[in-house]
């Protein structure tokens, strides 16, 4: 056995290892080994015409030992495929694509055995018949076909499935996509040794074809990013649900709920949510009006979500200054002077928090709350704004003059 095969079976080994370890086929942990793959295919051809009494145990019991990995491997793509296979679409590409390329890894993976000749080139045979069957190189151009239209592009469609198009669900789609691209491309690459003298075709034209989409999936990334499938009707559903099956939960804890389910988005946005009793005089100010979803006395709940689109990319100078102005406005508020004498007038009016909100400058979203007591304000991604998209904070409504008791009162703002 030269130093050459032992220093491609042990690449090979440690690539796979490399893979189990993550839980994934991955290219960067298998194509720069390419030529030992290759290199190990040409091996097991060699040795199942070799009349030699069997210099190659060594190597062959490292190459069996495989087999644990490459179990741990295939239990990690099964339980990927498990979790997706709730979108319907997904089980074309499981039974059609995936399943037969594990079934060739299994062959393959017998192909490595230490046992005796007959059996191994028995062995071969059954892989070759399953090779000429399902071809990788053909799978991997199926898949392709299949991610072109958008009928069966069953990624596209497993977001359209989602309650809230989390991002989980593009990423755990990619993933698996791109493993299979892979797995198929170690495939190719081993035949490229065993069935077709070392020429790497097959191998880098897969290798191609997952370039092909990565470009493309990349696209779709920023379009679900920047887009608005999500809004308004799934957001909506999402929020009535939580008002509908949680009405003994408080307002903290639905708001809480809330903020958790729309941080899994996969959208650019960022969101306020409040969460008050029903029963609170609320006044809205909101434009674009597209922009803000009320869903009101439900269960005895009021939630309001307002979408910033602005939000995240506001400079530092912008945010800061925009809470100024707020702080400014509403740390005290009296009542109109054309409703002094008014005894019905207890509170702001409609037109003025319209006004207000007219005042502040990129302001899209205010709202005011006769209250501070359980009215919950969460916002999501708080890591990049840590009091939202804009700002809150309790001010002092009074009635009278200047001398009179305040009444505290919630206000938020949003910034466009």
Not at 168 to 181: D, Y
Not at 220 to 243: L, T
């Amino acid at each position: 056995m030269s130093d050459d095969a032992k220093t491609n079976v042990s690449n090979v080994v440690t690539s796979i290892k490399d893979c189990a370890d993550v839980g994934m086929y991955t290219f960067s942990k298998m194509s720069p080994q390419l030529a030992a793959f290759v290199g190990v295919g040409l091996f097991v051809k060699n040795i199942i015409v070799s009349t030699a009494a069997d210099p190659n145990g060594e190597v062959l019991k490292k190459l069996g030992d495989l087999k644990v990995d490459l179990k741990r491997l295939e239990e990690s793509m099964k339980n990927g495929f498990d979790n997706l296979k709730a979108f319907i679409l997904m089980q074309e590409f499981h039974n059609n694509i995936a399943v037969p390329a594990q079934v060739m890894c299994q062959f393959w993976t017998d192909c490595t055995g230490s046992d005796d000749q007959k059996t191994r080139q028995d062995r071969v045979q059954v892989f070759k018949e399953t090779y000429a069957k399902h071809s990788p190189l053909e799978l991997g151009e199926t898949l392709m076909q299949l991610l072109s239209n958008e009928v069966t592009n069953f990624l596209k469609q497993a977001m359209s499935a989602d309650t809230l198009m989390a991002e989980k669900t593009f990423t755990n789609c990619r993933n698996m996509i791109e493993a299979v691209f892979a797995q198929l491309w170690m495939l190719e690459s081993f035949a490229s040794g065993l069935v077709h003298d070392r020429d790497t075709y097959r191998p880098n034209k897969i290798y191609e074809q997952y370039e092909r989409f990565e470009e493309v999936v990349k696209k779709w990334e920023i379009e679900y990013q920047v887009g608005s499938s999500f809004w308004p009707d799934k957001v909506r559903q999402f929020v009535e649900g939580i008002q509908d099956n949680n009405e003994e939960k408080t307002s903290e804890e639905k708001a809480q709920m809330i903020k958790e389910g729309l941080d899994k988005m996969m959208t650019n946005d960022l969101f306020y949510i409040v969460v008050c009793r029903s029963a609170y005089r609320c006044l809205l100010a909101a434009d674009p009006a597209d922009q803000t979803i009320a869903s009101l006395d439900r269960k005895h709940c009021n939630v309001y979500i307002f979408r910033s689109k602005k939000g995240r990319t506001a400079s530092d100078a912008e945010m800061k200054k925009f809470s100024e102005d707020m702080k400014k406005k509403f740390d005290h508020i009296y009542r109109h002077r054309t409703e002094q004498n008014n005894r019905n007038a207890e509170w702001m009016l409609d037109w003025q928090v319209r006004n207000w909100r007219g005042e502040m400058e990129n302001c899209a979203f205010m709202l005011t709350v006769r209250s501070k007591e359980y009215v919950a304000v969460r916002s999501t991604h708080t890591d990049i704004r840590e009091r939202g998209p804009g700002d809150w904070m309790d001010g002092q409504y009074h009635a009278g003059n200047i001398l009179s008791a305040g009444e505290t009162f919630r206000v938020v703002v949003g910034f466009q």
